[in-house]
């Protein structure tokens, strides 16, 4: 299994291997402003500040750089990121689909809860939706698509006892996504909106039972402490999305153009692949296994039966499918069946 520190030196060297160093010359010396996620999470620290901050310079040759800043430490909350991209207050942008899906519901099709059960078919998915994620940015925030990545599994995470899916019934659970809220209502679960950074004490103080993140994220912020119980159910991805300003896009030389292009065609392949890494070290760590890179944990496995698993493929067509449909409407739930569901087997009814 390759560890963390491997992927992410395999990841140095592929977006080392950028231009020429005399077509790197022969680029104009740019600063650009960036929006990144916060700081603690996986995303950032192992893909999104490396590449801001060392890959790319190194493969312009030092003629572009750029000021990468995360939201916790900007100040800006999730649902404020693409308006002020809109404005130009920053050129390019990083962040969970699912968070700006208030403004429009398609943005998340390709993060359904359940959608997905790996990395694999996840990305499968968002690439058949690339085209409707660019065509809304564009249209709708003045941005243009750069690319795509994953975040870890979204599981569920609970300090009272669970066996199976069924047993989230009455549970009040933690969620941070509409398509979650679906989930979690299907199931019979009480969905609950608690901030990231207040989940440990609502999960000590009995204000939730249970509790959705990424593995590897939980693991990082201490919910190994404070829960027992971990179902490794993928109820989604956190996908993510790397955007930019078209104003600021458009006044770039076609050179510039061409470099970055190929810089996140390269970036999207890593993030994907250290994401995976970054997966399969949690699940050693909050199993108490090795080799482990986080947190060393004890956590109890909530195995996935093949009774659940076909209640949880129940679940996602009858509940988070139809729901997301309802709200997305009819054009784009037609969409949606000739791309993401064509490629899943799957069929969006409005």
Do not use: H
Not at 94 to 109: C, L, M, N, Q, R
Not at 229 to 250: D, E, F, H, Q
Not at 344 to 349: D, H, I, N, T
């Amino acid at each position: 299994m390759k560890t963390i520190s491997a992927t992410i030196f395999g990841l140095a060297l592929a977006l080392a291997a950028g231009l020429p160093r005399a077509a790197a010359q022969e680029l104009p010396k740019l600063n650009f402003k960036v929006l990144v996620q916060d700081s603690p999470s996986p995303q950032v620290k192992l893909v999104q500040m490396p590449f801001w901050k060392d890959w790319l310079v190194k493969n312009s040759g030092g003629q572009i750089t750029a000021d990468p800043t995360p939201y916790d430490q900007a100040g800006i909350p999730d649902d404020a990121v693409l308006r002020l991209l809109k404005l130009g207050a920053f050129d390019f942008a990083s962040f969970d689909i699912a968070k700006v899906a208030g403004d429009d519901a398609s943005f998340e099709g390709c993060d359904l809860s359940g959608l997905s059960y790996d990395f694999q078919t996840a990305r499968k998915a968002c690439d058949a939706w690339r085209p409707v994620v660019d065509r809304l940015m564009q249209k709708q925030w003045n941005s243009k698509l750069l690319a795509f990545g994953s975040g870890p599994p979204q599981a569920i995470w609970c300090n009272t006892e669970i066996r199976n899916i069924d047993d989230l019934k009455g549970k009040k659970l933690r969620t941070y996504s509409r398509t979650m809220v679906d989930f979690a209502q299907g199931v019979g679960a009480v969905p609950v909106n608690v901030a990231f950074r207040e989940v440990v004490t609502a999960l000590q103080n009995k204000v939730v039972d249970c509790a959705v993140t990424g593995t590897s994220v939980g693991n990082a912020a201490g919910w190994t402490e404070v829960t027992k119980y971990l179902m490794p159910i993928s109820l989604g991805w956190a996908i993510n999305v790397t955007v930019v300003n078209l104003n600021s896009w458009n006044r770039l030389d076609p050179k510039v153009q061409a470099f970055l292009t190929e810089e996140f065609k390269k970036y999207e392949d890593q993030f994907w692949s250290i994401m995976e890494a970054t997966a399969k070290d949690a699940e050693n760590c909050n199993f108490g296994k090795q080799p482990c890179n986080g947190k060393l944990a004890n956590m109890t496995l909530v195995s996935m039966s093949e009774a659940d698993q076909k209640r949880f493929r129940s679940l996602m067509q009858d509940s988070v499918l139809k729901g997301w449909a309802k709200r997305a409407g009819p054009a784009a739930a037609k969409e949606w069946s000739a791309t993401v569901g064509k490629v899943l087997g799957m069929e969006a009814a409005p």
